[in-house]
């Protein structure tokens, strides 16, 4: 039972969903620091072309943004305003989707296409009042007009800072074309009629390319603070609003319990079609050979309705277990504490459970937190190879919490589709999380969180 999980969790740290996981594993070791590989990485020169680009597009974008919006405005007093404005906004969500392009391919950002226009009906009319009623379109006009300022600043920046760092850090390469093409000794650093400043001498030229090199080693960081600030615009006025967002999450989630439904629909068909009907069906034949066989070997037949009996027993067992499963009385009766004890008991491994809530949580929560429990503990059972284990739940702000943990050999990964990812589908269909952490050789610890709901 296991898969990564890299931080230490312990009892009441909250929402596991932001913990950050280390990926020293893997990472590529530079015999320089990014301070000093930062102006000759190939990021610093995307960065660099992405503000370049952003100004002759922002020029563009500006200038159809103002001119159209101005001109729908002002024939607005006629019915040519209308469609004018709606050509403005979808002309702004075509360059919308160029900038989302091209911060994807210069600055690795990925941003979502935002909800596409959805009309009642077909038609021209149905169209452009489906632009102008789209939150969408005003946000990526609202782009337009506040990313033109942005651009020109960024170039300004950027450009001044590359240009003067690069000519400063070079300057002793090629001072020399003062004094054999312009008649003095080098740069001018100073100068009026009485008297002017060269930097002509070594110690000069030196220093002159040392502060070239301050200058250098700052601009990539200095262009990434603004590609940063760019990349904040795109997201937030380019991309899907959170309301469309959280439906889609919505959909999603509604998708994935639907197939956990189906799924464990299936499974109970399957326990009782190949388990107690099967049985059920056995004992039926058995007691009829019985009762054949009663007149004239009562001896045999006797020793099949015993047999038959323990086939019912059976039986039986099979059925509690499935409904155990689904939903055990003692959970409802009784809440998690008294029905993770009994399932406690029934794993191979000695379990501690302590269960701290101060009240009970809705039995939608309580049962999905009764099944994840119930699905590791099996885990911990057939795979962990473990000696003791433990089930701790307690309630943390808004959010339950379940940490599982065992002493076994570790190793496993939810990533390769496991029996842990299906848990974790479960847990995010109700805004929960399931994290792991399970390094080869163990200890196994699982985080899973659940939105508290009393």
């Known amino acids: ?176 074309l003062f004094p054999m093409y312009g008649g003095h000794g080098g740069l001018q650093l100073y100068g009026d009629e009485h008297h002017s400043v060269y930097l002509d001498n070594p110690f000069e030229i030196t220093l002159t390319a040392l502060v070239g090199l301050l200058f250098t080693l700052a601009t990539p960081w200095i262009v990434r603070a603004l590609t940063t600030v760019d990349g904040l615009l795109v997201r937030g006025l380019l991309g899907p609003s959170r309301l469309s967002a959280r439906v889609v999450e919505l959909e999603s989630d509604r998708g994935v319990v639907v197939d956990t439904a189906a799924a464990d629909l299936r499974r109970i068909e399957r326990d009782l079609h190949d388990g107690a009907q099967a049985r059920l069906v056995a004992l039926a034949m058995d007691l009829g050979l019985a009762k054949e066989k009663l007149r004239e070997d009562p001896r045999a037949a006797a020793r099949m309705v015993e047999d038959a009996h323990g086939e019912v027993k059976t039986a039986l067992q099979e059925l509690r277990d499935l409904a155990r499963g689904i939903h055990p009385a003692v959970l409802t009766d009784r809440g998690l504490d008294a029905a993770l004890s009994a399932v406690a008991s029934r794993c191979t491994v000695p379990v501690r459970v302590e269960v701290d809530l101060p009240a009970r949580p809705v039995p939608a929560i309580e049962g999905i937190a009764y099944f994840t429990v119930s699905e590791l503990l099996q885990n911990i059972s057939k795979h962990s190879r473990a000696r003791v284990a433990s089930v701790d739940v307690w309630r943390a702000e808004d959010r339950l919490m379940i940490q599982v943990m065992d002493d076994g050999v570790g190793g496993a990964d939810a990533s390769r589709g496991s029996g842990l990812a299906g848990l974790a589908g479960r847990l995010s269909a109700v805004d929960g999380v399931l994290v792991v952490d399970s390094p080869a050789g163990g200890p196994t610890r699982v985080i899973a969180e659940l939105p508290w709901r009393g």
């Open 1 to 176: 039972m296991a898969t990564e999980y890299g931080q230490e969790y312990g009892r009441g740290h909250g929402h596991a969903a932001g913990s950050g996981f280390p990926t020293a594993e893997g990472e590529r070791r530079h015999l320089l620091p990014a301070t000093l590989r930062a102006p000759v990485e190939a990021r610093a020169w995307r960065e660099f072309g992405y503000v370049l680009l952003g100004l002759p597009i922002a020029v563009a974008l500006f200038s159809w943004t103002v001119t159209m919006v101005a001109l729908g405005a002002g024939l607005l007093v006629t019915f040519l305003g209308i469609p004018v404005l709606a050509v403005a906004l979808a002309g702004c969500r075509g360059f919308g989707a160029l900038e989302r392009t091209r911060a994807r391919a210069l600055l690795g950002l990925e941003v979502a296409a935002p909800e596409p226009l959805r009309t009642a009906k077909p038609g021209a009319f149905a169209w452009m009042g489906a632009v102008l009623k789209s939150g969408t379109s005003w946000r990526h006009l609202l782009y337009a007009l506040l990313q033109f300022p942005w651009a020109v600043f960024s170039f300004v920046v950027a450009v001044s800072f590359w240009t003067y760092g690069w000519a400063l850090l070079t300057y002793p390469l090629w001072f020399w």
